[in-house]
């Protein structure tokens, strides 16, 4: 069982940045896995934001490509997302998801974007 745990939310004005973490347990091999951020905004579907393969190459959606980046440090079993220009629509619950054999998931960390 792969535990993941993901900090860094919070309020912030619109055009502001915030740097979400995700932490994985440590009885996994870390760089093996592909990790995905996910969000989920009140009444809505959860939507995929980014992912960064074990190889290390990124994918974004057209909703938030350049704005956001996505990136891991296998040595700490972390993955970051750094989001900048954020919009009051960035309004959700974020997730953190592991992919290997299996897909694993965060508890979430909530970001506010408002003025």
């Known amino acids: 069982q792969v535990q993941l745990v993901e900090s860094g939310g919070g309020l912030v004005q619109p055009g502001g940045s915030l740097r979400l973490s995700c932490t994985a347990s440590?009885?996994?091999?870390?760089?093996?896995?592909?990790m995905d951020w996910y969000r989920q905004a009140p009444g809505k579907q959860r939507e995929w934001v980014a992912r960064?393969?074990?190889?290390?190459?990124?994918i974004y959606p057209d909703s938030v490509k350049g704005r956001f980046t996505i990136s891991r440090d296998n040595a700490k079993n972390t993955v970051y997302l750094q989001m900048n220009s954020l919009k009051p629509e960035d309004t959700a619950v974020y997730y953190c998801?592991?992919?290997?054999?299996?897909?694993?998931w965060g508890q979430g960390t909530q970001v506010t974007v408002s003025s």
């Open positions: 440590r009885s996994i091999t870390f760089s093996t896995y592909m």
């Open positions: 960064i393969t074990s190889g290390g190459n990124t």
């Open positions: 998801s592991a992919v290997y054999t299996s897909r694993y």
